[in-house]
C-alpha cells in the first residue's frame, strides 16, 4: 500500500451503485475500478447495486443500524437526491462519486469529475452541513437536495430525461406535452409577507447553485446559505423559455429579461390556476397549494475541493 494510504484507519462505508447513469453506459470495469479505488484508501466497501424499485430508506436505516455512517452515491444527480432523502434525518453522511450526466449536485458541491479524485474526498474533503428544501403539497411533504419546479418544466421531466438518456422515442410525447400546455395564473407568497401574481408557465425553487443542463441559478454556496432561490418565469412564451433560457444559455441573468423575476426566501407558498404539475427532484406530487420552505445544515455531506486547512465549521471525516 502507498505511504499516503497506510496510515488510514479501516473504514466501512455503503457503496450505492447506479449501473445505468449517464448517457453512455460503462463497462462493469468501471465498479470494478470504484471498489478497487476505495479499498486503496482503506474503505471497506458494502456494495449494493441499484435497480428500479429499491428503497433506499430501508437500505440507509439497516446500514445505520449496522454501523456505517458513510453512504458513497456512484451515480447521477437522481440517485444522489434518492439517497440523500433517505439519509436526512439520520446522523448519517453523504458522499458523492459523480457518474451521471449532468451531475449538478457534485458540480454545486465543487466535486471532480473523476472517479479516483472524487473517492479521494471521501478522506481528504470537507465534511459540511448542507441546507435541504421541504416541500408540502397536500397531506405530502418531500425533501429535496437540487430543486423543486411547478410547472411546464414539471410536465416535460419524465420525457426529457428519457430523451436525455437516449430514448428517442418519447420525443413525440415531449412535442405533445410542450405544445398543448397553457400558462396559469401563479400567485407567491414570500416569506409570509410579500405576494406576486402574474401568469406564467414555470417556477422553480432551488437549493442548488446548479440545475437542469449544468444552469447556475444560485450563488456558488447557495447549498448552505439558509435560503431557498426562487426563479418566476413570468409571462415568457413557452418557446421563448425553452430555447433561449433552457437549452442555449449557460446560465440565467436576471437582469436581461425583466419578465424573469428572482427572489431568495425562507420559505414560499405557490398557487396556481388552473393547477400545475410539481416535483421535487425528479419525484411527481400532486397537484395542489405548494408550501416550500428551508431546513439549514440539515444534511451531512462531502464537499470539494481538497483542503489542507479547512474553514471554520469544516472538517474531515
Known amino acids: 500500500m502507498d505511504l499516503q494510504y497506510k496510515n488510514l484507519c479501516k473504514k466501512r462505508i455503503k457503496l450505492i451503485y447506479n449501473p445505468v447513469s449517464g448517457v453512455n453506459k460503462e463497462l462493469p470495469a468501471q465498479l470494478t475500478n470504484v471498489i478497487t479505488e476505495l479499498q486503496m484508501w ?86 459540511i452541513k448542507s441546507d435541504i428544501g421541504l416541500v408540502t403539497c397536500g397531506n405530502t411533504t418531500v425533501p429535496f437536495i437540487e430543486i423543486c419546479s411547478v410547472g411546464l418544466f414539471s410536465a416535460l421531466f419524465e420525457s426529457g430525461d428519457d430523451i436525455q438518456h437516449g430514448d428517442i422515442s418519447r420525443i413525440g410525447d415531449f412535442l405533445a406535452t410542450l405544445t398543448t400546455s397553457t400558462p396559469s395564473k401563479i400567485r407567491l407568497i414570500l416569506d409570509k409577507k410579500e405576494e406576486i401574481e402574474a401568469p406564467g408557465h414555470v417556477v422553480l425553487v432551488s437549493n442548488m447553485p446548479y440545475i437542469g443542463r449544468r444552469y447556475q441559478v444560485g ?15 413570468a409571462d415568457i412564451p ?24 428572482r427572489f431568495q426566501v425562507k420559505n414560499v407558498v405557490i398557487e396556481a390556476r388552473p393547477e400545475m404539475p410539481v416535483m421535487a427532484d425528479g419525484i411527481a406530487l400532486e397537484k395542489d397549494k405548494v408550501k416550500i420552505e428551508i431546513h439549514r445544515g440539515a444534511l451531512s455531506v462531502m464537499a470539494g475541493p481538497i483542503r489542507r486547512k479547512g474553514k471554520k465549521g469544516e472538517k474531515s471525516l
Open 238 to 261: 413557452k418557446l421563448d423559455l425553452m430555447v433561449g433560457y433552457i437549452l442555449k444559455l449557460p446560465g440565467l441573468n436576471v437582469s436581461e429579461d425583466s419578465r424573469i423575476k
Open 42 to 127: 482503506n474503505f471497506d466497501p458494502e456494495l449494493l447495486v441499484t435497480e428500479k424499485d429499491t428503497d433506499y430508506a430501508a437500505v440507509v436505516r439497516d446500514a445505520v443500524e449496522n454501523g456505517i455512517r458513510l453512504f458513497a452515491v456512484c451515480g447521477g444527480d437522481g440517485t444522489v437526491s434518492s439517497v440523500a432523502r433517505a439519509i436526512y434525518g439520520t446522523k448519517a453522511t453523504l458522499g458523492i462519486i459523480p457518474t451521471g450526466t449532468q451531475n449538478n449536485v457534485a458540480m454545486s458541491l465543487g466535486l471532480p469529475n473523476g472517479i479516483k479524485e472524487a473517492i479521494a474526498i471521501l478522506r481528504m474533503g470537507r465534511l
Open 219 to 233: 450563488s456558488k454556496d447557495s447549498y448552505r446559505d439558509g435560503l431557498l432561490d426562487v426563479i418566476f418565469c
